[in-house]
């Protein structure tokens, strides 16, 4: 018998201040534990296991959970639970899905387990299933505008997102553990799945982004990036055209479980279930007319966060708040934090009227996500730290961003350290034109100014202003602070002046 558990409670994310909670996730293939660092909006994963319990195997079939299934579970369970106590963490929120919600004992099984863990599952209806899923997606991806698909072993939910906002959702039984009784066979996968999927009304309209969440579409993505040869293997946003998309999956459904092996090694470890999930995005491609597939590596977890957050820490951008985290992370403190917010002001005039590299506001956001990041690199060595932090920039846990960003803003820490580019990276030679890497070099000048001549002191850097004046770019100081300015400062002054074009020249005021 485990221990006496006491039990766990899932209060509202409120604290302002960095911390733990834990989101326990019982599918319908697997249970898993995601510990997370929660820094107002910014969610950074910092353990992560799962077990493939198949709670839902033959459930179509029986109506009942697995019997091993169960007992798997539960083992895990205890487990999860002994961590989360030892590890102090304060807030737990734990899910179940479709198979704790269709199967006739899945109340039983939430009483066993309330019973011998102390857990408390909350048992989520196919629409808040699907609502969580695109807040999860809205967490990574703020800008999502298209329909969530989220794949799991027994259901797919699909559900609408527009500019922050969840519309209407969907569930169907098309997960493998639903459609694969009988073994794998395309004629009869792809019946089923259109004619669940003739019934949906969140297809109807073609032309627009599918945002797929769930570990087997994640493997098919692992697969096409392997494909393509792609510089960056970064599964979060990462983009398949519709092209693209219909020819993964169908190299996928064609292949033998042994021949999928050679594919990716993800691709092995989900043989069973990745044909079943190529054919379910085929059929879905089909039906909505899809123009892009992009990946979320957030999804169901991360929306159960999410909605518990506070105006306040839903205010902050996602890109913002997780460069902050990244880079207290890092042992920067709270005077790192208030220098980036200070430098991201500071060197905000120097790009007022030059040609945006992705829009306004995204070039603004990534500028201010830059600044949070230009000191993380403060104690490396000096002769590898510009090649370091754009590997590190370049693969930090980051939401808000595409590939095409990423690399941008890895190139702007880059840059804060020297003018060259990096060697050898194909992220920085395929992924940025000629113009966004000039740009970058421009946004690490501007980074370099600020953190030279100040000191990286807050405090100092407010005695220097940086403005525009009559197409030059001007660095001013009061009168009775000039010795303040030093040569070094004159000079990062005039390489900013070089990476952006424009004339400079320093003032006393």
């Known amino acids: 018998m485990p221990p006496q558990p006491s ?17 326990i996730d019982v599918g319908s293939n697997s249970v898993r534990l995601v510990i997370y660092r929660v820094d107002g909006r910014a969610l950074t ?3 992560n296991e799962k077990v493939t319990a198949a709670l839902g195997k ?17 083992k895990a369970l205890v487990r999860f639970r002994e961590v989360i106590d030892d590890l102090g963490i304060g807030e737990t929120y734990a899910v179940a899905t479709a198979a704790v919600r269709e199967a006739e004992d899945g109340p039983a099984f939430a009483e066993r387990v309330k019973r011998e863990t102390g857990i408390t599952l909350r048992v989520l209806t196919g629409g808040d299933e699907a609502r969580l899923s695109a807040l999860g997606v809205l967490a990574g991806a703020p800008d999502a505008a298209g329909v969530v698909g989220d794949l799991g072993g027994s ?28 073994g794998f066979d395309y004629e009869r996968v792809a019946a089923a799945a259109d004619a669940a999927l003739a019934e949906s009304e969140t297809t109807e309209q073609p032309g627009r982004d599918l945002y797929a969440v769930g570990g087997a579409w994640r ?28 020819k993964i999956t169908d190299l996928v459904r064609r292949q033998s479980k042994r021949s999928l092996a050679t594919l990716e090694d993800a691709a092995a470890k989900r043989a069973d279930s990745l044909p079943f999930a190529a054919v379910v995005l085929e059929r879905l491609l089909v039906r909505g007319k899809f123009e892009r597939v992009i990946l979320s590596s957030y999804g169901l977890r991360e929306g159960v ?33 208030a220098f980036g917010q200070a430098l991201e002001r500071w060197i905000a005039p120097a790009f007022a009227g030059q040609a945006p590299v992705f829009s306004e506001d995204h070039d603004a956001h990534l500028r201010g996500a830059a600044a949070r990041l230009a000191d993380v690199g403060g104690a490396l060595h000096p002769d590898q730290r ?12 980051l939401a808000a961003i595409n590939h095409v960003e990423r690399a941008f803003l890895a190139a702007c820490v880059h840059h804060r350290y020297t003018k060259s580019a990096p060697a050898l990276n194909d992220a920085y030679s395929r992924l940025l034109h000629e113009d966004a890497r000039r740009a970058a070099m421009a946004v690490g000048a501007a980074l370099r100014l600020g953190a030279d001549a100040s000191a990286r002191s807050q405090v100092l850097l407010a005695h220097f202003t940086l403005r525009l004046d009559g197409g030059a770019l001007v660095l001013s100081l009061k009168r009775s602070e000039a010795d303040l300015l030093s040569d070094q400062a004159v000079r990062r002054l005039e390489a900013l002046g070089t990476a952006l074009g424009l004339p400079t020249r320093t003032a006393l005021v």
């Open 7 to 23: 039990t766990i409670s899932a209060p509202a994310l409120s604290k302002s201040a960095a911390h733990e909670a834990a989101v």
């Open 58 to 74: 033959r459930l179509l079939r029986t109506g009942r959970l697995s019997p091993e299934g169960a007992e798997k579970a539960l």
């Open 155 to 182: 259901s797919l939910e699909l559900v609408e997102v527009h500019k922050g906002n969840v519309g209407r959702g969907e569930t169907f039984r098309l997960g493998h553990l639903a459609l694969g009784d009988g």
């Open 45 to 47: 994963p910092t353990h």
């Open 386 to 397: 510009s090649e370091i932090m754009f590997d590190l920039v370049l693969r930090a846990p």
């Open 305 to 337: 966060l999410l909605e518990r957050m506070t105006p306040e820490a839903l205010a902050q951008h996602p890109l913002i708040a997780g460069a902050e985290a990244f880079a207290e992370g890092f042992g920067g403190g709270a005077r790192a934090r």
């Open 219 to 246: 493997a098919l993505a692992r697969i096409h990036m392997k494909q393509i040869n792609h510089p960056l293997r970064v599964l979060h946003h990462h983009e398949m055209s519709r092209v693209e998309a219909l």
